[in-house]
């Protein structure tokens, strides 16, 4: 019999992680599994969808080596309702195991072999960056600002872009689009679709290193390894359609968000921002419902020095943006009512977001 001894305060994170890599209806039986690979002082588990791969490396307490299939749900099941405690997970045979802790032994029956499990993607060597846990918190932010239309199945992914000159990360879903520079040296220039699956996989990485080829990428952080296979759609080059208008409006983002909350209150698809360089110092936040007869108006401490205009906007869009970040005072790039708006801030300059205002009807 060969063995090993794990914490269930070890293995309950590394399955909540492990989680995000198995299929709920998985096109080979073999893929329900955990593959796990043992050796002296350490331990291998690894789940893949064919698409998402993640590799969790920790230490446990094993003299042997050994390799097997273990059903996820059984042994992710089982340990979240122990108490901290060590378990053993013990190998008769080929395909006879049990998960045994101080309730008692549970036998795992006959398992899958080994030998049905794909193949797992080898982890890209020939190229090779590091994000930073900046890079990784704003691409984790980046996600509220993907597509959800799957006929613009690239759009529902973030852009990783490294160039020469630093690291861009950018989402757009059409209406809004995202972006933040990390300006550095860079020797590579590649273009890397991070989609929401994989960014959900990354979370809580604090750093991570990134490699990849044309077929797979792969992110290492610390023991665990994100591999997936990288997608073959093309994002839409973003940079043409931004507009290079000047900031005219600065505003507390508390007190435009506070004014967006109170007018969606009236209606949620749509508001305005009417504004005039002559009223001192705000800047009125409407809401209409004309078929109840209701409106709201939010007057806005701002300082607006471009054109009077009014400007209408999807609420929601527009609060999703400013839950996207974090700055104090931010700055609105307004030029009318057919324009894209950008939002910027001087505590971040390398920030940059869009907004398209809706058609006036």
């Known amino acids: 019999m060969k ?3 794990i914490n269930t305060e070890v293995l309950k994170p590394a399955l909540k992680r492990l989680s995000q890599a198995v299929a709920k209806k998985p096109v080979l039986p073999a893929l329900s599994n955990i593959y796990l690979r043992a050796q002296p002082g350490k331990v291998e588990m690894i ?38 405690q060590p378990i ?8 006879k195991a049990s998960i045994v802790s101080m309730d008692g032994p549970l036998h795992l029956g006959t398992l899958d072999k080994v030998a049905e499990y794909p193949k797992i993607p080898d982890i890209p060597k020939k190229n090779s960056i590091e994000l930073d846990d ?13 597509s ?59 750093s991570a290193q990134v490699t990849w080829h044309a077929k797979h990428v792969a992110l290492k952080s610390g023991d665990i390894t994100v591999i997936a296979t ?33 007018a969606t209150v009236i209606n949620k ?28 108006e939010v007057s806005v401490h701002g300082s607006y020095t471009g054109k009077a205009t009014e400007i209408f906007f999807s609420p929601e869009l527009f609060k999703r943006m400013l839950h996207q970040i974090d700055f104090d005072q931010i700055a609105l ?29």
């Open 3 to 5: 063995k090993l001894t």
């Open 47 to 84: 789940t893949t969808d064919l698409e998402l791969t993640i590799s969790y490396l920790f230490s446990c307490e094993c003299q042997d080596e050994f390799e097997m299939l273990i059903p996820f749900d059984v042994l992710h099941d089982s340990v979240n309702i122990m108490l901290v």
């Open 88 to 95: 053993e997970i013990q190998l008769h045979s080929k395909n």
């Open 134 to 146: 900046k890079v990784m918190e704003w691409l984790g932010r980046a996600m509220a600002s993907t």
């Open 148 to 206: 959800q239309d799957e006929l613009r199945p690239a759009m529902m992914k973030a852009l990783l872009e490294i160039e020469p000159t630093g690291i861009n990360i950018v989402s757009t879903n059409a209406h809004t689009l995202f972006r933040h520079k990390f300006p550095r040296e860079l020797e590579h220039k590649e273009q890397i679709l991070i989609s929401p699956k994989i960014a959900k996989a990354l979370e809580g990485f604090a």
């Open 230 to 262: 990288r997608s073959e759609d093309k994002f839409p080059n973003y940079k043409v359609v931004i507009p290079n208008h000047e900031a005219n409006l600065s505003v507390s983002r508390n007190l435009l968000l506070l004014a967006l909350n109170r």
């Open 269 to 296: 698809g749509r508001i305005s921002l009417r504004l005039d360089p002559a009223v001192d110092s705000s800047f009125t936040v409407i809401a209409a419902d004309d078929d109840l007869q209701r409106k709201q």
């Open 333 to 361: 790039h307004l030029d009318g009512p057919i324009r894209g708006a950008l939002i910027s801030s001087e505590d971040d300059a390398e920030y940059l977001g869009m907004i398209m205002p809706l058609v006036n009807q």
